[in-house]
């Protein structure tokens, strides 16, 4: 079994990047961001809730997130893997994976960096804003405050991961293909 998580600050690339590592792995997505607007969609209490934080550029409580997650890979035990998008986002978030992952003897297989500077990111996610639905990348200030929150509760993950040596950086900066050989690399890397 493969368990990617593919890490990034918002606008890295990470949706994108997933679709192809999709097509080509056959691994079941695994977006929290997707999961919530989808929730957010059906009007659900779940969805409410996690609005009053989305929509002010802020993380959703870890114990959410992580029950949503628990829940989706508890009935999934069947697929080759996961690829876990935009999830996990703070250490609690991370520590629980693991004691999920490792309960199933799954444990996550590495962590696949997408590096992109803070300029490019801005200019992205405003980009995005003009035609998704996304209210998130419209307002430039909840933009700056989805990367702040990124730069203080995010980044100690891929420490985590460091400390396990299953951190993987790749520059986010290159064309989608280009940024999308360089992931195939360490997943066919990691499947040896
Ligand atoms: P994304 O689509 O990954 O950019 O996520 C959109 C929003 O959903 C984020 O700004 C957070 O408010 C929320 N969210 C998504 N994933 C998580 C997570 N793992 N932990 C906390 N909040 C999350």
Request: avoid cysteine; glycine fraction near 8%; aromatic fraction near 6%.
């Amino acid at each position: 079994m493969l368990n990617i998580v593919l890490f990034g600050p918002p606008g890295a690339g990470k949706g994108t990047q997933s679709e192809k590592l999709i097509a080509q792995y056959n691994l079941m997505h695994l977006s929290t961001g997707d999961i919530l607007r989808a929730e957010k969609k059906a009007g659900s209490p779940l969805g409410k809730q996690a609005q009053e934080y989305s929509d002010k550029g802020l993380l959703v409580p870890d114990a959410l997130v992580i029950a949503l997650i628990e829940d989706k890979i508890k009935h999934n035990k069947q697929v080759n893997g996961f690829i876990f998008d935009g999830f996990p986002r703070t250490v609690a978030q991370a520590s629980a994976l693991d004691t999920m992952l490792n309960e199933s003897s799954i444990p996550v297989s590495g962590m696949i960096a997408l590096e992109v500077n803070e300029d490019e990111l801005f200019v992205r996610l405003l980009k995005r804003g003009e035609t998704s639905d996304r209210p998130d990348d419209k307002d430039p200030a909840i933009i700056r405050q989805r990367i702040s929150v990124y730069n203080s509760e995010t980044t100690p993950v891929a420490g985590f991961y460091s400390a396990q040596k299953k951190y993987y950086g790749v520059d986010g900066m290159k064309s989608i293909d280009t940024v999308f050989e360089s992931i195939s690399d360490v997943v066919e890397a990691l499947k040896k």
